[in-house]
């Protein structure tokens, strides 16, 4: 099992910044990913970005240039910097890690909510 806790979400005015972080624990692999799904009200829970033990990051369009995704050097930990944020922004956010090959597990999810 992989427990994973996540922490950063909040308010914030459109233009503005926020910094999410999940940390892992657990029975992790040597090889994995870690990343990032949000879901709005009414809408299907969606990638917004992914790292991989080696490196590699994968970002969906709607936040390309605005977001950046990065693990710390345990890579056990792995954050999200958001940049200018956008009302279409606001959602829950939830950590996914999955062992490669292996089951993926997801954090509670954190509210982010972008105001006008």
């Known amino acids: 099992q992989v427990q994973l806790v996540e922490s950063g979400g909040g308010l914030v005015q459109a233009g503005g910044s926020l910094r999410l972080s999940c940390a892992a624990s657990?029975?992790?692999?040597?090889?994995?990913?870690m990343g990032w799904y949000r879901q709005a009200p009414g809408k299907q829970r969606e990638l917004v970005a992914s790292?991989?033990?080696?490196?590699?990051?994968n970002y969906a369009d709607s936040v390309k240039g605005r977001f950046t995704i990065s693990r710390d050097n345990a890579k056990t930990t792995v954050y999200l910097q958001m940049n200018s944020l956008k009302p279409e922004d606001t959602a829950v956010y939830y950590c996914?890690?999955?062992?490669?090959?292996?089951?993926?597990?997801w954090g509670q999810g954190t509210q982010v909510t972008v105001s006008s």
């Open positions: 996914n890690f999955r062992n490669i090959p292996g089951n993926g597990y």
């Open positions: 657990g029975r992790i692999f040597s090889i994995n990913a």
């Open positions: 790292i991989t033990t080696g490196g590699t990051t």
